[in-house]
């Protein structure tokens, strides 16, 4: 009788386990299998580096060099101001704040991880837009520069609370053997900490990028959804996600535009899939 | 001889409790003092004050005063003290680079060494003579430290210490993870080292303290119990306390 328990309970076990990769391994099949006919149909190179998205117009065009171009925009902002200061606030976290200031700090890095998208970005179009609008003295608040704004508050918490594990977990022998050598505090940070968390550093920043990649709610709402390819980053722009989200109701289930929209979903997967991937292979590093 | 550090009534706390106790105690230049004393002794407490290791504790607290060359050492920049009075852990710790890099890392935040790569390969050549470990590393230097047998290890720290050129040397149970032969090496540097520095080994093992030690201090529960020549203290101990320890019969 035991045995048979022992033997249910692995089985069961084992299928939980193998689950998520069923679940990936699916909805790669099913975007690959509508996306694959569309890509046959209209060209993976035309589709890719197509300048013009219109995609009811007659002829169709399906040109998502505007989107990705739109969705890099975007990313690329948000880490730029989401990377340093995630990064120093991690320090901060880990390395100087004293106790009380860090338990507080710790758990309102963690709440900002709950705001819903939504709430995010309704936010940001009440009060950020009108702010961009007046400052750069721009036509429209929507622009790219907002959304990495917004963005990058959402890929904060990821990006603090990895890096402040990475950070925590260096010994506090390096630490003190630095120290012991006459190095100042932010000497043995900047050269020994900072070094050792490296791997781990840069494992939270992809992961933090990766959460930005697929962002949909928030830049739908403050980046402007226009399908054109920007001069600046104070112009309105349209990103894959927002693309798909805010299409997919109209379209024809089965038509060209549908199945347009797979592929697009289906080259956004491979971007988020790389972008985990080298994730992965830091993080993986750091525990050797 | 001269005095080179001179401890004043020096109490230390963690928290309230009460580790070391009106500790009066004197390093001359150039030898080697070692501490002896069971666990929970203080010895490694009184070792981190003489380079404020302890600073970074907050529960730590400290009455007294301990004097390098006449200056209060309380009174001094960290870093600077640190630079004159160098530590090695019992845990051998490279950082996490290469050979090379862990010894002039110190020399250059320093400054003790110019950016000239001839400055810098003399300062490395010379630490690692001086630790006696060049001639085992001299072919390797630029692969990772990390690689090192851990008595190797221990002698590159030794190494990165001399490299800032100190005065004085602080070393904590710096053989409890090696074996005997490279204890016997670690041993062997101490011995030459002390012709240019002073030096303070705190150790478990009773024979490293009689086979290294100029002089020898028991401690016993945060209190100073006997200190004298190695040789007398072995040979004849004054106090019941201390014959009971270097004989085995406790701790």
């Known amino acids: 009788m035991r045995k048979i328990i022992d033997s249910v309970m692995e089985t069961i076990v084992f299928i939980c386990g193998i689950l998520s990769i069923v679940f990936v391994a699916l909805i790669f099949g099913f975007l690959l299998k509508e996306g694959f006919a569309f890509f046959k149909e209209f060209g993976v190179i035309n589709f890719i580096t197509g300048r013009f998205w219109y995609p009811v117009s007659n002829p169709p065009q399906f040109g998502i060099l505007p989107l990705i171009v739109g969705s890099l925009l975007v990313t690329v902002g948000a880490a730029v101001i989401a990377v340093p200061m995630g990064v120093m606030a991690a320090l901060y976290i880990s390395e100087i704040a004293p106790k009380g200031v860090r338990d507080i700090l710790k758990s309102f890095v963690e709440l900002m991880a709950a705001i819903p998208s939504v709430v995010i970005g309704f936010v940001g179009m009440v009060t950020i837009v009108p702010i961009i609008r007046m400052t750069f003295n721009l036509p429209t608040g929507l622009t790219a520069f907002t959304g990495s704004l917004m963005l990058a508050f959402m890929a904060m918490p990821t990006i603090v609370t990895i890096s402040e594990d990475a950070i925590r977990s260096v010994p506090w022998a390096y630490k003190e053997g630095a120290l012991a050598l006459g190095a100042t505090r932010w000497q043995t940070v900047r050269r020994i900490v900072l070094k050792a968390a490296m791997p781990g550093i840069v494992a939270a920043v992809m992961l933090g990028i990766g959460r930005v990649i697929g962002e949909t709610m928030a830049v739908m709402m403050i980046t402007g959804n226009a399908a054109q390819i920007p001069h600046s980053i104070f112009e309105p722009v349209r990103t894959m996600t927002a693309t798909i989200a805010a299409e997919m109701g109209e379209t024809v289930r089965g038509g060209m535009h549908y199945r347009a929209l797979f592929a697009l979903g289906f080259v956004l997967f491979v971007i988020t899939f790389i972008v985990n991937f080298v994730a992965d292979l830091f993080s993986g590093k750091s525990k050797k | ?251």
């Open chain 2, 1 to 251: 001889m001269s005095d080179k550090i001179k401890v004043e009534n020096l109490s230390c706390f963690y928290g309230k409790h009460r580790v070391l106790e009106s500790l009066n105690i004197n390093v001359v230049k150039n030898e080697i003092l070692t501490i002896i004393g069971p666990a929970n002794s203080g010895k490694t407490s009184f070792l981190r004050t003489l380079n404020r290791m302890n600073d970074f504790n907050p529960d730590y607290s400290r009455e007294g005063a301990v004097y390098l060359d006449n200056d209060n050492i309380f009174e001094m920049n960290t870093e600077k003290l640190r630079k004159r009075v160098g530590m090695l852990f019992a845990m051998p710790i490279p950082l996490p680079m290469t050979i090379y890099e862990n010894i002039v890392y110190a020399p250059k935040r320093l400054g003790v060494v110019a950016g000239k790569k001839s400055d810098q390969d003399a300062v490395v050549e010379q630490a690692l003579k001086d630790a006696s470990l060049w001639d085992e590393v001299k072919d390797r230097l630029d692969s990772s430290a990390m690689k090192l047998s851990g008595g190797q290890q221990q002698r590159l720290c030794i190494a990165r210490i001399l490299a800032i050129n100190p005065e004085v040397i602080l070393f904590d149970e710096p053989c409890s993870g090696l074996d005997p032969i490279s204890t016997a090496k670690v041993e062997e540097s101490m011995i030459e080292l002390k012709e240019k520095y002073t030096i303070v080994l705190v150790t478990n093992n009773v024979k490293q303290a009689s086979r290294v030690g100029d002089r020898t201090a028991f401690f016993l529960m945060g209190k100073l119990v006997e200190l004298d020549k190695t040789g007398t203290m072995f040979v004849s101990p004054k106090q019941k306390q201390t014959e009971d320890y270097i004989t085995g019969r406790f701790g």
